[in-house]
């Protein structure tokens, strides 16, 4: 039992040796970079622009389900398709601004609730204002601190 007990606690440090590196710092507006989702202290250069796309699909398929006439089983389902372009422009060396337009396609459908309407929405989500300051640390070190801080505009999908 403590055998398991070790390698248990062992395997739960795995991630923790695992490092996105330097090369992983990502958009402002995401932070999504490959397998981590990352908010770093570094900035964007003055009058420097950085531009970045971001797709993600999100399918939940749910437990249960109702029993139809003939043995066919329906589980209520979900899926997400979002999509987002963003435009990051550095106003100091220690602080930027950035935007974000996002398109969102959903489609869901639940026999157990809808009587077997599919529910279906897609279109431009709200446009998102950004912000990030640098307050300690130099851009590149292996310490650095930066608030961050947004707003989403309107947009409905």
Do not use: C
Request: hydrophobic share 40%; net charge negative; no cysteine.
């Amino acid at each position: 039992m403590r055998r398991r007990v070790l390698l248990v606690a062992l395997l739960g440090l795995v991630p923790a040796l695992a490092s996105a590196g330097e090369q992983a710092n990502a958009p402002t507006a995401t932070g999504e970079t490959g397998y981590f989702t990352l908010l770093t202290g570094d900035t964007i250069p003055e009058h420097g622009l950085s531009f970045g796309l971001y797709y993600n699909n999100w399918d939940r398929i749910f437990k249960g389900g109702d029993f139809l006439p003939l043995g066919i089983s329906k589980k209520p389902a979900y899926d997400w398709d979002h999509f987002d372009a963003s435009v990051g422009f550095g106003i100091t060396d220690r602080w930027e601004a950035s935007v974000a337009v996002p398109y969102d396609d959903y489609h869901g459908f639940d026999t157990r609730r809808t009587g077997g309407i599919d529910y279906r929405a897609k279109g431009q989500g709200p446009v998102r204002l950004g912000t990030k300051l640098r307050l300690f640390g130099d851009r590149g070190a292996d310490s650095t601190f930066a608030i961050n801080g947004f707003v989403d505009f309107g947009g409905t999908a």
